[in-house]
């Protein structure tokens, strides 16, 4: 089963940017769709954002816009470009395939605050 590290989270003004990166232990290229995940506290975890193998790309509508996901199979890594952050997107991230596989990450802290 895939192994998934997410990393670059960080504390941010609203705003500003981030870039979230997602490490697969092996190969993504075998996943249809990989997605880039948010749980803040008190709520559901939601899918933000999802690109498929052939890089189509959709958003959830309070982000669009202002992320961006794309993927690169051959390093087997899926990236969140953040711009315009605003308090609400304050959570924990996560990456995953689309549908989801049981093997989550510790996922990364992104909050946004003055």
């Known amino acids: 089963q895939v192994q998934l590290v997410e990393s670059g989270g960080g504390l941010v003004q609203p705003g500003g940017s981030l870039r979230l990166s997602c490490a697969a232990s092996r190969s993504i290229g075998i996943i249809y769709a990989m997605a880039w995940y948010r749980q803040a506290p008190g709520n559901q975890r939601e899918l933000v954002a999802r690109i498929t193998n052939s890089g189509t790309a959709t958003y959830v509508s309070s982000v669009k816009g202002r992320f961006t996901i794309s993927r690169d199979n051959a390093k087997n890594t899926v990236t969140l470009q953040m711009n315009s952050l605003k308090p609400e997107d304050t959570a924990v991230y996560y990456c995953?395939?689309?549908?989801?596989?049981?093997?989550w990450g510790q996922g990364t802290q992104v909050t946004v605050s003055s």
């Open positions: 995953n395939g689309d549908p989801e596989s049981s093997a």
